[in-house]
């Protein structure tokens, strides 16, 4: 069973940029087999964009994710103690909190996280599908 998360922009680009996916990742999306998991993390991550004017949407900000999340049949990856545990091994170069819990997340749960964000690819133990 193939298991995947979306980074964030991966999913903001799916539903809104699909032009930015490789055909790889745009024909594993569209495909009925694999499951696809968002983290609520990606959710916060919208809210700050948002908030600070780099990202507009054109329609309620429940409305949107309810409906993008529907459209890629996109499960919740859990947030708990499993992934607050697996933070301490993750080795950023960067300080980016939303980046280490994406990838403490697909290694907690053994999902392949698909990513353009050069600064994932190639952490240690995460298993990454490139959208390069």
């Known amino acids: 069973m193939m ?3 979306l980074d964030t922009h991966i999913w903001l680009w799916a539903a809104l940029e699909p032009q930015k ?5 745009h024909n594993l999306l569209a495909s009925p087999e694999p499951h696809l998991f968002l983290s609520p993390i990606s959710l916060w991550e919208l809210s700050v964009l ?10 309620d900000f429940a ?6 999340v529907s459209d890629l049949r996109l499960q919740e990856s859990p947030l708990n103690w499993q992934v607050a545990t697996e933070m301490r091994f993750i080795l950023l170069n960067h300080k980016d909190p939303a980046d280490g819990f994406l990838a403490a997340t697909a290694i ?10 050069q ?4 952490i240690p133990g995460l298993k990454v599908l490139a959208n390069v």
């Open 21 to 25: 996916l490789t055909s790889e990742v």
């Open 119 to 122: 600064k994932l690819i190639g």
């Open 3 to 5: 298991r995947f998360l």
């Open 50 to 59: 948002l908030e600070k004017k780099r990202f507009v949407l054109k329609e």
């Open 63 to 68: 409305v949107w994710v309810k409906r993008t």
């Open 108 to 117: 907690a749960f053994d999902l392949t996280l698909i990513t353009a964000d």
